[in-house]
């Protein structure tokens, strides 16, 4: 009974560190958020990883977005929305989803497409971010590393992640879209 009761003690206190990490991660992101937020800039539109390991968020107002990543080197700067080109969503080195563009090359899918596998688990899945910048040309944002079930609450979590992200992204290509075909005004 008593290795029953530690047991349980050390699963509790596991499961108390996990959500005050996780707490610490998100208070990290708000502060970050505050301090852009003090710059001038109001996200409208906002995303975060399911472990906090990111947050994507855009201020469609200002057309402007950022990309928060814990532990990341690279500061988290507002960038324009021209600077992303396309994004892709990767299960186990496998394309699955694709928008904009710069992901036409590395797969023999063009566009829009879906491959399906009839594997029961997944190691790894991915979102990855093509942006037209030199310093960092793809961004890889980890949303499954390990062996995970596709019908497990963590796999569906991951899936509804993309789903948000990408939804967000995608508007970021419309408005970018839609900037470039306005006409000119005549002079």
Same mark, same amino acid.
Request: charged letters at 30%; aromatic letters at 8%; hydrophobic letters at 40%.
């Given at each position: ?20 990490? *996780? !707490?610490?991660?998100?208070? *990290? ?21 399911? %472990?906090?390991?990111?947050?994507? &968020?855009?201020?469609?107002? /200002? !057309? /402007? ?11 988290? /700067? ?16 496998? &394309?699955?989803?694709?928008?904009? /563009?710069?992901?036409?090359?590395? *797969? ?15 190691? %790894? ?63």
């Amino acid at each position: 009974m008593d290795i029953l009761a530690y047991a349980l003690a050390l699963v509790v206190f596991a499961v108390v560190m996990l959500l005050r990490k *996780s !707490r610490i991660r998100r208070a *990290s992101f708000d502060s970050v958020i505050e301090r852009l937020e003090k710059q001038g800039l109001s996200f409208d539109k906002k995303v975060f990883d399911a %472990h906090n390991r990111f947050a994507l &968020l855009a201020d469609t107002a /200002k !057309r /402007k977005w950022v990309l928060l990543e814990q532990g990341s080197a690279y500061l988290s /700067k507002p960038a324009q929305f021209d600077t992303l080109l396309g994004y892709s969503l990767w299960e186990d080195n496998r &394309l699955k989803t694709a928008g904009g /563009k710069g992901f036409e090359d590395e *797969s023999s899918l063009s566009g829009r497409a879906l491959v399906k596998t009839q594997q029961n688990t997944c190691t %790894h899945m991915e979102i990855r971010l093509r942006l037209s910048t030199e310093y960092r040309p793809i961004v890889i944002l980890p949303l499954i590393d390990g062996e995970t079930r596709k019908d497990s609450i963590t796999y569906e979590t991951a899936k509804t992640v993309a789903k948000e992200v990408f939804a967000l992204l995608e508007d970021i290509l419309k408005q970018k879209t839609l900037v470039f075909e306005r006409p000119l005004p005549e002079t």
